[in-house]
């Protein structure tokens, strides 16, 4: 079994930067990727970021280009959110899945989900 345990959420003013964690424990996770959903109040899940285990691949969902980051060390993947705007107000979500398909389908884990409030 895999555990996700997401931390690093809160509150802060637009143009501002978190950085969110995902703590991955339980069987190995090689050749997984690892994602970042959120999903905004009222609204459905998006994909913006995933990393292969291996870091070798990254991708993020056009409206955070330039502005996230995801990165892999050891167990732990983290999400840089520079340059936030209102709009990436959401809950976020670290999920895992067997490919970067599956992961966009249906991911295998996730965690409990971290509150990100960004003000105006």
């Known amino acids: 079994q895999v555990q996700l345990v997401e931390s690093g959420g809160g509150l802060v003013q637009a143009g501002g930067s978190l950085r969110l964690f995902c703590e991955v424990s339980?069987?190995?996770?090689?050749?997984?990727?690892v994602g970042w959903y959120r999903q905004a109040p009222g609204k459905g899940y998006e994909l913006v970021a995933h990393i292969t285990w291996s870091g070798a691949s990254t991708y993020y969902e056009d409206s955070v280009k330039g502005r996230f980051t995801v990165s892999i060390d050891k167990k732990t993947v983290s999400l840089q959110m520079n340059s936030l705007k209102p709009e990436d107000t959401a809950v976020y979500f670290c999920?895992?899945?067997?490919?970067?398909?599956?992961?966009?389908?249906?991911?295998?884990?996730w965690g409990q989900g971290t509150q990100v409030t960004v003000s105006s």
């Open positions: 339980g069987r190995t996770l090689s050749n997984y990727t």
């Open positions: 999920t895992a899945a067997s490919s970067s398909i599956i992961l966009l389908i249906s991911p295998d884990y």
